[in-house]
């Protein structure tokens, strides 16, 4: 059963709860798994190392109480995560699951890929103000960071530091797939946080846990970045910039060239799940005597071959299904800004698809679907 | 007397002879780095003894393992011979990955010119040019600030402040016959480096001690990986970790959401993704007699994991337990692969 909702639809409820996010979705998270409404959470908990954060399966409600729901960090990718947990199995219990926007979104497109499924979640997610990059959090001025950043949330800005990806995202609310959906209210007063019950699933876990709507507080929808907010005009500084028509290739290979061949960035994507990528197998292998044979004609050959063959393949595997949430970035070793290039293709490619990832649970995947008359502004 | 310091690499002698080895037909193909845009650095397979003037031996960041760049075209010996300008570890992971069936030396040449250490990848991304000061540890990754073989690898190698050339195997004194060059006489003389190298093994030995006391254990084992993301970047990037489905990844291997909600039941809560212990300790297991501690694990870890130190430390003992050194005795075979019915008694009950 889907828990389809749409940014314009209105919450069959809302509750208002009593914190800033992290500390409402903890006690929601506690109170949730100590009723007996799930069996278990799947959320962020601080490690052993400082300010290190890992994705985690909690049972027991007094280890929930350490937990770190929505922190403003993305060690991994939840839906990576996540997918990869519920594509071994089935479990056998509810499973209360708190996912950022990008990640629910990501979450949608892999459920359509058979890599998990919704029956068994209880997904809640939030109005996200964007996440910092793990390394700064750790750092020495991580904590003043996270100050900052909890300031400037509350009062609905832009917190600093952010990743560039979240610092340009337009989809600060998830649209569908979420049952529960946590909103920090905005203002000087006393921090709370509404809950807002997006389905049936989500009411009745409400009602178990004697939570009520409370009087007087807006039936409204949860709203996302607003035509004035910075956010917007970030993204489309970025959709604008990007190599002339036709310098494509030279500018990927100069974005390229300090790329070290780690692959990084597809394990931390959570949408390249791929066992064997198509890129370690012996069809893609660039035999020695290719190689010898393209460094004899053109003098000299970059090695390991297919530095843009890995990037363009990645490129065109995912980007009718990106949902931009830069944990490519984040993990790029050389720094390369991976997830920009994905950003302005996949703008394109999502557009000439007329395809929008993460909204639509019940949709096939853009690339499964065969319609006659399609594509008509790539052709000449 | 101040220690002698392994010279800048003599980049224009070392050029010279690539180029004069393309041109005279003794090699096909020249391996060695090049600037890319943006002032980078890319292995490169050279054949055109022009453009070699945009070649840069011995970088000042070791960004991917020349023998990973090696491995990915030489697994069979067809091309003709190749000369192939590398750090020391590079030379010796090519020895290691040739045992491993990875790359088929037979037409290689590996020469080597001593290496001043590396500078971090973070450093190299903010100033391309920032330079390693061997004298320095400060401005070196941890594992070459450690490193205390860093000259005389190779078939080949350019050594000292004048950048002499010693033929170290048969093959490097045929190449050069071939080049009619004449090495300089005997061994390189490696005495001048015993200062610098004696200081690299305290530095060593003091860190072990503190990685043992910090790390040492299970617990300890748990605490280190602790802030690991399973990206898989240090495997990837290590010139030994070959496999391109690696044990971790295989779909039956994985551990099914059963055990793990299993796992959150009796424990309280589970790690996800899970086995992180697991897969370092199973790398461990893996590569560790062929570690050649360059440390590219570590430098290029989002999570700032000693991950480098910590499977060089390990290394040592296990290659230790055979009296095996990475990268020595091209062409023996590993001593996983080696039948003695009389060895590890220390083992038994």
Redesign the interface.
Known sequence: MSSKTDAAELPHGVVELSGALGQAARGLAVRLLAEGAV??V?TL?R???DR?Y???????P??LEEASPFHPVM??QGAR??S???G??????RIAAFLRPCELRAFVENVKQHKGGFDDLLVISCRCAGVLP??RL?DDDGERLLADYMREAASGGLPGGIRDACARCVDTIPTAGADMILSETVGPAERSTMLHLMTDRAVDAARLLSLRSTAGTSRGPVTTAGPEDPRRRNREALLASGPEPGRGLGSL??AF??C?????CR??CPLCHC??CDY??ERTR?S??L??DL??SR???????GTIQFHLGRLVHISPVCVSCGQCS??C???IPVSDLFARASAHVQASLRYVPGADPDGAPPLATYVERELEDLTD | MSPIMPAFPAHSGVLELAGAALAAGAVRGVLVPMRAPGGSRAWSLVTDPAMLDRADPLPPAMTVHGSRALASFARSPEGGTLLAILRPCEARAAVELARLGQIDLANVILMTMDCPGSVPLDTHRADREAAPDPADPSTLRSLCAQCQAFAGEGDLCATGPSGSLHALTAGGRAFLEKLGIEPADGPPPMERYAVLAAERGRRAAEDRILLRSEYGGLAGLVRLFSGCIGCRTCRTVCPICYCRLCFIDMKDRRTPAEELLARSGRNGAVRLPPDTLLFHVGRMAHMSLSCVSCGLCEDACPADIPVGRMMSMVSEGTTGLFGYRAGSAPGEPLPLNTFLKDELHEFED
Not at chain 1, 88 to 93: A, K, L, M, V, W
Not at chain 1, 260 to 264: E, F, H, Q, T, V
Request: charged share 20%; net charge negative.
């Open positions: 069996g278990a799947f908990r490690t052993a190392a290190r890992c994705a985690a399966l909690i049972s027991d007094a280890l060690p991994v995560v996540l990869g947990f519920l071994t199995g089935s479990p056998d219990r793990a390394s750790a290979v100069e060239a300090s070290i061949g780690c692959r990084a394990e931390a066992i064997l370690e197998t660039w020695p005597g190689v010898r460094a004899e003098g000299a050959l970059r090695v390991p071959a984040e993990v070793p050389a720094g």
